[in-house]
């Protein structure tokens, strides 16, 4: 082996390296999109949030329930 095949195949390993860190090690920096606002749903149809406290479902007309995660 000499050193140009080195050369290739050390060069190969750190890009699959690389490649492998760019999909898999940046999926924490994802943002949480609901993370720390009172978020307001239908107990009976969840699909229907609202920011609004006041908010009523569209469909059954109940008043949206807090679904604050802690
Ligand atoms: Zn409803």
Redesign the pocket.
Known sequence: MDSAQIFVTVGGLALIAWTLWFFFGKREEEPVAASGKALYA????PW?TSNEPTAT??????KLTSTSVE
């Open positions: 239908c107990p009976m149809h229907i479902c569209s469909i059954c007309g109940m």
